[in-house]
């Protein structure tokens, strides 16, 4: 690489890492870890279980942006000496390390860049993640329950703390439907570009006659709900029906009528949580799902308005949004973006990093 070429993009990425700086605000972020910090050192802090986990989740976050920020920062002044060095000494090795550190931090300031761009609404909120298997019978409830465990996956990878709430799990193999939450900020406005239909091609393993088969599972992703979002429910328009969990579970979980399903009656949404032993705390739980459906049906119905007043179609994305196939070839791609991978055990193993950066992206672009 040319040594005008390397200062150019030496360059290039110094004022896309300002860029960044800029929209992090990390002066702001400093204040909120010292804030965060003060808090944390309460006394009395774990006495509200709840809030002490927000505090203590979001302080982690900001730590982790900060530091990873300040890191870049220090790679990206610190190629420009490793350069000359391996110039004024005319090493090939130098030179190759310092081209193999180049494309590293090209690499990560991309992947920060993303983060700039979750500026909507709700995107810094937690998300609750809803599976369902749909057209496939089988195959697609076996599909549904390796999208679940993608998905812990990728937050296991992150770090990020997830919480199943209910899982309905199908006759012969794999899940009918289940949701769960990934408690870490942003976590919505990362996922949101996860929903939609997605679509498996593989040689079903539950066919005796091996044949191919397509089955087809739905994502839905909705930002957990706060205190200031004003979801009022009137317990007259709910009918609230208590069941015994069922599929695996300790001692005590199946043997009483623990599990809640909620119905709203105006909307006809339903939802159900079996994860805790009391009746009460699965249906405080049932409750936040419940209120962050009708959050996004609040918000899909001012958009639409929005949509109507600039004369636009629906402009849905969510569905037939990605595939994944096992035979006759190997490959998972995204219908939308077009960036696709050749490892479909990786991707179902949580490697969708590169999915959800380009997701974002492209409906960063489609917002202008």
């Given at each position: ?101 180049l494309r590293s931090v090209r690499k990560a300031v991309e992947e920060m860049e993303v983060r700039t761009l979750l500026s909507g609404e709700y995107d810094a909120r937690e998300a609750l993640v809803n599976i369902r298997a749909e057209a496939g019978g089988v195959d697609a409830a076996d599909f549904a329950e390796q999208l679940q465990r993608m998905y812990l996956r990728w937050a296991e ?34 996922l949101s570009v996860e929903q939609g239909t997605h679509r498996l091609v593989r040689i079903s393993p539950f066919d005796n006659q091996g044949r191919r088969q397509t089955s087809f599972a739905g994502v839905e992703v909705l930002p957990v709900v706060e205190q200031t979002d004003h979801i009022d429910i009137d317990e007259s328009d709910l009918r609230v029906d208590v069941y015994r969990s ?123």
């Open positions: 690489m040319a040594v005008v070429d390397v200062s150019e993009e030496l360059k290039s990425l110094s004022s896309t890492m300002e860029s960044i700086e800029a929209v992090l605000d990390l002066d702001r972020m400093r204040a909120d870890i010292a804030e965060l910090e003060e808090q944390a050192a309460a006394p009395d802090l774990w006495d509200d279980v709840e809030n002490a986990q927000k505090v203590t989740s979001k302080l982690s976050y900001l730590q982790g942006q900060l530091r990873r920020a300040e890191e870049l920062r220090g790679r990206i002044d610190d190629l420009s000496v490793l350069f000359e060095l391996a110039e004024s000494e005319d090493d090939a090795d130098t030179r190759e390390e310092a081209e193999s550190e990878r992150h770090g990020y703390k997830t919480e199943v709430y209910e899982t309905s799990y199908a006759e012969e193999a794999g899940i009918k439907s289940t949701t769960f939450a990934v408690q870490a900020p942003y976590a919505y406005g990362t069922s599929g695996p579970g300790g001692q005590g979980v199946n043997t009483t009528d623990s599990a809640v399903r909620l119905t709203h009656i105006p909307t006809g949404i339903v939802v159900s949580c079996q994860n805790e032993r009391s009746q009460i705390q699965n249906k405080a739980s049932a409750m936040n799902v419940l209120q962050a459906k009708l959050l996004e049906r609040r918000r899909q119905e001012e958009q639409a308005k929005m949509d109507a007043l600039k004369g636009e179609g629906s402009g849905s994305w969510g569905n037939q949004m990605r595939s994944y196939v096992l035979h006759p070839y190997q490959m998972v791609k995204d219908l939308r973006t077009e960036f696709e991978v050749g490892n479909p055990q990786a991707v179902l193993d949580g490697d969708i990093d590169g999915f959800i950066e380009s997701g974002i992206r492209w409906r960063k672009q489609r917002e202008k």
